[in-house]
Structure formats: structure tokens, C-alpha cells
Nanobody, 127 residues
Framework: QVQLVESGGGLVQAGGSLRLSCTAS????????MGWFRQAPGKEREFVAT???????IYKDSVKGRFTVSRDDAKNMVSLQMNSLKPEDTAVYYC?????????????????????WGQGTQVTVSS
């Protein structure tokens, strides 16, 4: 069972930037895709970005051009660089690990493709 620990959340003004990181342990990180999801108060959790084991990425339309997901297999880490943040980006952000070895992701992203989840990190964007 993989363990995921997120870090990097916080409070930022609109237009600012934050970088989230997620460190994984418990299995061979490079063989699995990773994803970032978020949940705003009163809303369902939604996909933000994914990166598969080949490095191929998929983004939610509203974050394209502002967010960048990347992975460092040597450090067992996936990151989410968030620029030009907006108040509507306020949410708890979750890191998730793909459920299948060498699995690929396709739209629409299905949460059942992910087997392990982090505890979440709060991102608050003030206007």
C-alpha cells in the first residue's frame, strides 16, 4: 500500500503562485501514474491534473495554461505548480496514485483509476 503526503498549501492572493508537492512511499513510484484532485466547500471532488508513468499530462480545462504537473521519479515526488491563482481555485487539494502498474489515463478522468489518496492540503486564494 502506497503512502502519500502532500505539502505546500497555504494562503495566497489572487494572481499569486503556489507549488504543491506529494511524496510517495511504499512501492515503485516510477511505474504508476499520479493525479491531483481538489474539493471546494460544498462541492464534489474534481480532477485537476494527471501525469502518467510516461510523463503524459492531462489538465482540467479551467487550469490549462496556469497549472503544471510534473514528476521526479528519483525523489518519488509529484508536484503541481499553480500560477495566476484565482479565488475559485480555493479548495483542499489531494494527491492520488494510480491503481494499475503502467496504467494510462484518458478523459474523462475516473477516480476509480486511483487506488491511494493523500490527506489533502488546503489552498486558499483571496480576492
Amino acid at each position: 500500500q502506497v503512502q502519500l503526503v502532500e505539502s505546500g498549501g497555504g494562503l495566497v492572493q489572487a494572481g499569486g503562485s503556489l507549488r504543491l508537492s506529494c511524496t510517495a512511499s511504499g512501492r515503485t513510484f516510477s511505474r504508476y501514474g499520479m493525479g491531483w484532485f481538489r474539493q471546494a466547500p460544498g462541492k464534489e471532488r474534481e480532477f485537476v491534473a494527471t501525469i502518467d508513468w510516461t510523463g503524459t499530462t492531462i489538465y482540467k480545462d479551467s487550469v490549462k495554461g496556469r497549472f503544471t504537473v510534473s514528476r521526479d521519479d528519483a525523489k518519488n515526488m509529484v508536484s503541481l505548480q499553480m500560477n495566476s491563482l484565482k479565488p475559485e481555485d480555493t479548495a483542499v487539494y489531494y494527491c492520488a496514485s494510480g491503481a494499475r502498474t503502467y496504467g494510462l489515463f484518458r478523459q474523462p478522468i475516473d477516480e476509480t483509476d486511483f487506488g491511494s489518496w493523500g490527506q489533502g492540503t488546503q489552498v486558499t486564494v483571496s480576492s
